[in-house]
């Protein structure tokens, strides 16, 4: 398949996908994109929310236009790693032999839903981050792959405190974006109330298999960046670190931590994923700069000084970006 072929089939694949989303999820169009977009980088999703909003619905409605085995796990403080993973048990063969034999759990699957993440314990969250970062799995002294394409798609409440452990920086860095699902306009309500409350009940339909999700990650890994975009992801990541040089004076004194690596990676991955979206095969630093949010809100710290002034890491970033030069 040619260049210009690889790229029609990733737009057209997106498009199917996005129109069943539609379907059943209302108002939140950019938010539709960014997350799809994600998926395609082969990136994991954070989703936040007061309840109510919505996001289950649209993690589950993603699974249900690809062909892929799905789970969901709702998240509780009484969650062991084995409750996820799986575990080794002992049972016997057919000669009455007992032998250890692995008994996969919910983590065995392609596409994840991880509902309220944050009420896990920190030891139940660390066999969750294996998976996000290796895929795979290890019980007892055994690694088990994960089967491919795997996709987290986390949701968090920010309100609810209550009985939460917040997810420490290393799980955070693991997935690509962060996305906040904010209330709809009022627009949309109506749309929304014909789908809940009277007789229409659409489902998505399976336009898309577990091998179309591959090949569109590998045409995204195909679009070319040059070196100045390259250089302007790493200034924009680098200016989130408040010991940089390339850290503006408008948000000095504001940032406790920046981001890394990966957020470079990101910013480079979900630019490449809008490119193909506007029909380019080389990436640009307006895509880079659409990207900037949601790859970086969930990777900085703000100091107490800036948390107490009312400051939040969109505010923050938001000054960044405009300092940062293309």
Do not use: W
Not at 16 to 42: C, M, P, Q, T, Y
Not at 134 to 162: D, R, W, Y
């Amino acid at each position: 398949m040619s260049e210009p072929e690889k790229a029609t089939a990733f737009r057209s694949n997106f498009r199917r996908i996005r129109e069943e989303l539609n379907k059943v999820f209302v108002g939140h169009d950019d938010l539709v994109s960014d997350l799809l977009a994600a998926v395609a980088a082969d990136g994991h999703v954070l989703l936040e929310g007061v309840p109510g909003l919505g996001k289950t619905l649209l993690a589950r409605s993603l699974a249900g236009t690809l062909a892929l085995k799905f789970a969901r796990i709702q998240f509780t403080p009484d969650l062991m790693p084995a409750d996820i993973t799986g575990s080794l048990q002992l049972q016997e063969d057919e000669k009455g032999v007992p032998r250890l034999s692995f008994r996969p759990g919910p983590l065995m699957t392609n596409f994840l839903l991880a509902d309220e993440i944050n009420r896990a314990t920190p030891r139940t969250q660390s066999a969750l981050l294996e998976a996000m970062q290796e895929h795979q799995i290890t019980a007892g002294e055994k690694t088990f792959s994960l089967p491919e394409p795997f996709t987290v798609i986390a949701t968090q409440n920010p309100i609810e405190q209550e009985g939460t452990y917040p997810l420490p920086e290393a799980e955070l860095d693991r997935f690509l974006i962060k996305l906040d699902l904010g209330y709809p306009d009022e627009s949309s309500y109506s749309r929304i109330l014909d789908l809940t409350t009277g007789t229409e009940s659409p489902e998505p339909e399976v336009v898309c298999s577990g091998e179309d999700i591959l090949a569109m990650r590998r045409t995204l890994r195909e679009v070319l960046a040059e070196e100045s975009v390259k250089q302007y992801a790493v200034h924009l990541v680098m200016g989130s670190q408040p010991e940089s040089s390339f850290c503006p004076g408008t948000c000095k004194g504001l940032l406790l931590r920046g981001a890394g690596p990966r957020a470079a990676q990101g910013l480079l991955l979900m630019g490449k994923a809008y490119a193909l979206l506007d029909g380019r095969t080389a990436v640009g630093c307006c895509d880079v700069a659409r990207a900037f949010l949601p790859v970086m809100r969930h990777r900085i710290a703000l100091t107490f000084e800036a948390q107490m002034a009312g400051e939040t890491p969109d505010r923050v970033l938001k000054r960044l970006l405009e300092a940062v030069k293309k």
